[in-house]
């Protein structure tokens, strides 16, 4: 009976150790899905105790360092990622997420930082139109005829969770937003804007922007059936809505030394979709829809991608051309190490060179992209490095002498560029283990970083006002 026992006894160790070894694996595998994974649904965050610590972050990088563009490793970076999430969960994420003292604003408003604003925010997914693998289960069919319902529950279309919530784009949260955009000293607000833009929206914007001393550019974005007569309507309806006081309207003005007069920007999103010669009768003097010389001139900036569109910037009449894009190699013109080229051509054409920055992009889509629609490339996400890719981006843009920069975004949460503050929920990325307004803290301290630099260029190369270049201008003037 004893030996009968012993046997029965072994049997269950053996039982047991068995089942502790597959809950093991299960747990093992349930935490690295959840980790690689992100969830679709909006959870209430994780809220820390009373008595958790603050990790601020601070601008601690020397002007002189050496400029290395970041090399990405997608391996290492996704390893590190993981790693530290794990740290974070194992440590019950030893970080404060209250609102730390915000540091006030100590130098003017400056009209040569811009940053992209969009109205209203596209937090969900298209409801799709089609049937598609995905939502098949949706297709009824009545008798011989197949109606598609679609899919009824709507799907967060973010990697970031913000502050705010997934607001709606209302007056009072144009007063938060813009208050930040002031705070950090950033001067203009370049609205993202097409034609199907609710106008009541609009003049809300424009209101707010009046209060706060902010002036708004305009990027016009891709549309259907967009053509030089409609680019030239739209400019003619700004400036006759918004532009025809320049004293005290709200559009961006410059004053511009080479014409003696001052001009609203305009921004032209994908300006390559039209040929060089459509663009010369808008933007030469001798074109059949010319705006120079007339009350609806303006400086016109182009967006392209590729280093062939700089002959649509040169032959078509433009301004300049800005990068749009901050993720860097993604594409040529996005590429840090190749801004010097950039600038020469500009400076050799009498041309303006306006980088685009930006904290980083991670969006939620996992498949690969069509080079075709999306800026001509498949990989566009870059990681945060916890600031470490901002800081370098602002480094080289002021490197390269950038008389003006653009800083993409601050709410563009589609694209998870943005600078606009985000807190910790599961299923979403974050700020850690900085604060959730470590990148408004970030600009601000590096927007008095650029009047720094200009100064100290200035001073060193002994200039006095009436003999300043082009790039010295720090505010409101160009060449």
Not at 188 to 201: A, I, S
Not at 203 to 215: C, D, E, Y
Not at 367 to 387: E, L
Request: proline share 5%.
């Amino acid at each position: 009976m004893s030996f009968l026992n012993l046997k029965f006894s072994i049997k269950s160790m053996k039982l047991l150790i068995c089942l502790i070894g597959v809950s093991s694996l299960v747990l093992l595998i349930f935490c690295l899905y959840t980790t690689l994974n992100t969830s679709e649904k909006v959870i209430p965050p994780l809220i820390p105790g009373p008595d958790q610590n603050v990790i601020s972050y601070e601008l601690l990088r020397s002007q002189n360092a050496a400029l290395v563009p970041e090399k990405y490793n997608e391996h290492e970076v996704k390893s590190r990622i993981i790693r530290d999430k794990i740290k974070r969960l194992a440590g019950g994420r030893n970080t404060d997420l209250s609102t730390p003292a915000r540091r006030n604003r100590t130098i003017a408003l400056n009209r040569n930082i811009q940053i992209f604003y969009y109205a209203p925010v596209a937090w969900y997914k298209p409801h799709p139109t089609v049937p598609t693998d995905r939502v098949v289960s949706r297709i009824t069919e009545n008798g011989s005829a197949v109606s598609f319902r679609p899919n009824d529950e709507q799907i967060i279309n973010v990697a970031f969770y913000p502050k705010r919530k997934l607001y709606n784009t209302t007056e009072t949260i144009i007063r938060e937003h813009f208050n930040d955009i002031q705070n950090c000293g950033i001067g203009v607000v370049t609205l993202v804007w097409h034609p199907t833009f609710h106008e009541g929206l609009l003049r809300a914007i424009f209101k707010t922007a009046a209060i706060h001393n902010l002036k708004i550019a305009i990027e016009i974005l891709e549309y259907p059936e967009r053509t030089i007569e409609s680019i030239r309507n739209n400019i003619k309806y700004f400036i006759d809505l918004f532009g025809k006081d320049q004293d005290s309207s709200t559009l961006s003005y410059f004053k511009v030394l080479s014409k003696q007069r001052d001009l609203p920007i305009f921004y032209i999103r994908k300006a390559y979709q039209i040929a060089d010669t459509e663009w010369m009768r808008l933007l030469s003097r001798n074109g059949i829809l010319t705006i120079r010389g007339t009350s609806y001139d303006a400086i016109v900036l182009a967006h392209i991608s590729t280093k062939e569109h700089k002959s649509v910037v040169r032959r078509g009449g433009f301004d300049g051309f800005y990068t749009y894009l901050p993720s860097n190699g993604a594409n040529y013109v996005s590429t840090w190490k190749n801004w010097s080229q950039l600038k020469k051509f500009a400076d050799s054409y009498h041309l303006m060179f306006v980088p685009t920055i930006g904290p980083g992009y991670y969006d939620r889509k996992k498949y690969s992209r069509n080079a075709n629609q999306n800026h001509g490339i498949s990989n566009i996400k870059r990681y945060r490095s916890n600031g470490q890719y901002f800081d370098v981006a602002w480094r080289t843009a002021l490197k390269n002498n950038a008389q003006i920069i653009t800083i993409n975004s601050y709410n563009n949460w589609v694209d998870g560029t943005q600078i606009e503050a985000a807190i910790p929920v599961f299923g979403f990325r974050d700020y850690l283990p900085g604060p959730p307004e470590k990148y408004l803290d970030l600009t601000q301290a590096w927007i008095e970083e650029y009047v720094k630099y200009k100064l100290n260029s200035i001073k060193l190369g002994k200039k006095i006002e009436g003999a300043l270049g082009c790039y010295d201008f720090i505010n409101n003037t160009i060449c």
